[in-house]
């Protein structure tokens, strides 16, 4: 199995900074794509920002310029750096990955984390 665990969330000003991180273990041989989704009371689950193996970024419009994405491969880890936070990113943040489990098959599995909540106040 693959188990994620997170950390990094809080409440913090708007204006000001947190930086999450998402680790990964288990049975993994490699990782394609990590990312982060958040969902906010009331709305759906939306992506936040996502990294690929080869270190190619995707980011939403809303965050873009405020937050980055990064990865360690040796670690199994991912990190969002959130930068000038506004009420509105005010969330629960969910860590995905999709791996492979064996260099002899190409499946690929996703998974999901816990959840961090990130609020951030006026």
């Known amino acids: 199995q693959v188990h994620l665990v997170e950390s990094g969330g809080g409440l913090v000003q708007a204006g000001g900074s947190l930086r999450l991180s998402c680790a990964a273990s288990?049975?993994?041989?490699?990782?394609?794509?990590m990312g982060w989704y958040r969902q906010a009371p009331g709305k759906q689950r939306e992506l936040v920002a996502e990294?690929?193996?080869?270190?190619?970024?995707y980011y939403a419009d809303s965050v873009k310029g405020r937050f980055t994405i990064s990865r360690d491969n040796a670690k199994n880890t991912a990190y969002v750096q959130m930068n000038s936070l506004k009420p509105e990113d005010t969330a629960v943040y969910y860590c995905?990955?999709?791996?492979?489990?064996?260099?002899?098959?190409?499946?690929?599995?996703?998974?999901w984390g816990q959840g961090t909540q990130v609020t951030v106040s006026s």
């Open positions: 288990g049975s993994i041989f490699s990782i394609d794509v």
């Open positions: 995905r990955i999709i791996v492979r489990r064996s260099p002899y098959s190409e499946s690929s599995f996703q998974y």
């Open positions: 990294i690929g193996s080869g270190g190619t970024t």
